[in-house]
């Protein structure tokens, strides 16, 4: 297709959703309460193990603006965090042969081409919305 995101369902299409959380896909591996003590430098994860909360190795949160090399180690963790979250099968949904990822489906871009899908669905050349 000439669509540069990929693939997107047809009206025809039905993708199924429902129960598709951002707080799903962590459900059951969060530990809000990690043994007690005092000798131990705690980080992220001794609370969680979602993909979508850590990679490997996260910095320290909220590094110094003025390190320009704590910055772009933390991008670089974040960047590694949301790539591993979108990979996860939680995200992952298929349609007979053809397969997508429920990220790719959210977000205001996204939005705008559902408005457009609609506004041709009945016909009009102008949507209008207050």
Not at 47 to 53: L, M, S
Not at 55 to 67: G, I, K, M, Q, S
Not at 79 to 84: G, I, L, P
Request: hydrophobic fraction near 30%; glycine fraction near 6%; aromatic fraction near 12%.
């Amino acid at each position: 297709s000439g669509d540069p995101l990929g693939v997107y369902p047809t009206l025809e299409q039905q993708v199924n959703i429902i129960g598709k959380t951002f707080g799903g896909v962590c459900e059951g591996t969060r530990n809000p309460s990690p043994p007690k003590d005092k000798s131990k430098k705690y980080s992220l994860k001794d609370f969680t193990t979602c993909v979508c909360d850590v990679a490997d190795d996260p910095p320290e949160p909220l590094p110094d603006p003025e390190d320009e090399d704590k910055i772009r180690s933390w991008f670089a963790f974040a960047e590694a965090r949301d790539r591993a979250c979108y990979n996860s099968d939680y995200w992952k949904l298929s349609i007979g042969n053809n397969h997508y990822n429920f990220l790719d489906f959210v977000g205001t871009h996204l939005l705008a081409m559902d408005l457009d899908r609609f506004r041709k669905a009945v016909g009009q050349r102008k949507l209008n919305i207050y």
